[in-house]
């Protein structure tokens, strides 16, 4: 525990506030942390008895004796009006009478509660009532009684202790192997962050006993608990992904960028004053490896990728989208160091027109405040096909550690491409039949798709084997060379909006490719002539190499 939990509370006891709200799921943890500093006499000036009550055994004495007839909540708040002790009283789960979700809260309850707070102020002796539940509901007559004290989660030392513990139960059977490194010890208890003790210990747990040992690959099981938990919310998707950054083709500038960010949330890389990254944000042509890269990534690091759906912010209740939106972030920095993914932010994020009554904005601001003032290790990737539709604040240094710009593929690109889907999908002798995939043929593949993006190569791929597969017959080469004939590239289609989107990042983005792998010599893409078909930095733009 924290020891600005202790520490607040200690302060808010001495300063005889009547009402304390705590929202935990971990009553163990919050009884044991309010008694030891309800009885600490160096952090009260007074120590107090704990009470404590439950629906199911009414109200229990500090000496753990129930006192009879008050499970009620009217009935033991009436009880605990006639305390004359210094005490501290802890009510658990109290959030069903006090309303909430369109249903009103018990009247006499509430009002019972007001009571008490009016008399814990001006009584004689120190007395404070603490709810503790897992939902926040307070109601409109107790907005100014009732102070709210936020319970953190298990830190990383609580988390460790608990692992070191399974781990020395366990070492000396000589049935459970154990090997993890000290390194992998902190992966281990980094990844649990954001998990009660209870999962916690259920996830280490459940790794020791899924192989009999315990070695950095059951990090996944420790991934699957925090799974539960992002579910739960409804905002926020864990995704599964078993993509490698060497599935990526091409982009190389921005994979050796964020490699050399591999493990920079650990303690070795604070020893080298270093914050944990933001996050990057990457636009560019569509179809062009910006998903596939936030996919490979959170793999490459093996860490949980958390997609983030902006539209499922937004509602119809007044006030919820602002309420949706701090519930997710809460949610993604309890499972983190996670990589959250905010897939094509432009529509979510843009300005609004003013028919919303100005929610798109305090949203905005919201994001904007977190991006910046984030300390959890949460790396955020951004994609965004229509850059032009976010507003500056996003853009500037702080929300963000680097803009990239994905552009369509160059020769080399193109050519690591084709490698990688017609590996993947010819790993069948019988499909690949006599098809070898020789320089000749990706030379060829790669001159015919001049100006295509890495899906619409994949397409032609598929398309590929759809001919084959019709005919019950290997692939052959001129079945990639017809799906490649038939299709119309976005290069083609969508001309105009590429050249503004190249513009756009002549002089604000980083090249993803790096600069040994452009291919001027090729000469335009199709439909676009001159200049516009240039990587950016042929046109003058800026291009970084890391």
Known sequence: MTRAFRDDL????????????????????????VTAVARDGTRVRTPRAVWTWSLTQGLVQPDGVP???????????????????????ILHDLHPVLGGDGRPGDPQVIRRLRDVAAAFKSGPVPRTLVLVSPLLRIPAELDRDVTILDFPL???????????????????SGRIQIRLDPVERERFAKAALGLTLHEAENAFARAIVNDGALDIHDLAVVHEEKRQAVRKSGLLEVVDTAIHLADVGGLENLKRWLAKRDGSWLAAAAEYGLPAPRGVLITGVPGCGKSLTAKAVAAAWELPLIR???????????????????????????????????????KGLAPDTGGDSGTSSRVFGTFLTWMQ?????????????????????????????????????????????????LTRRLRNPAVAG??????????ELCALT?????AEIEQAVIGGLFEAFSARRPLHR??????????????????ERIGTLRAWAATRAVAATAAEDWDLGGGPAPGQPGPDSLPPHAAGGRVVEY
């Open 10 to 33: 200690s302060q808010l006891l001495k300063a005889r506030l009547p009402i304390l709200y705590i929202e935990s799921y971990e009553e163990s943890r919050v009884v044991a942390e």
């Open 67 to 89: 006192r009879r007839g008050t499970t009620e909540p009217d009935a033991a708040l009436s009880a605990v009006l006639r305390l004359d002790e210094p005490s501290v009283v």
């Open 154 to 172: 298990p830190a990383e030392a609580e988390i460790r202790r608990v692992l070191d513990g399974l781990i020395a139960a366990n070492s000396t």
């Open 308 to 346: 983030f759906d902006i539209g499922r912010v937004f509602s119809g209740l007044v006030g919820s989208s602002e309420q949706n939106l701090r519930t997710a972030i809460r949610t993604a920095e309890a499972t983190s160091p996670c990589v959250l993914w905010v897939d094509e932010i432009e």
């Open 373 to 421: 003032e984030k300390r959890r290790p949460v790396f955020v990737i951004a994609t965004a096909n229509d850059i032009g539709r976010l507003p500056p604040e996003l853009l500037r240094k702080g929300r963000f550690d680097e803009i990239f710009f994905v552009d369509l593929p160059t020769q080399v690109e193109r050519r690591s491409i084709w490698t990688v889907h």
């Open 434 to 443: 006599g098809l070898v995939l020789d320089d000749s043929l990706l030379t």
């Open 450 to 454: 001049e100006g295509y993006s890495g």
């Open 478 to 495: 001129d079945d990639l060379v017809r799906a490649v004939a038939t299709m119309v590239p976005l290069s083609v289609t969508q001309a």
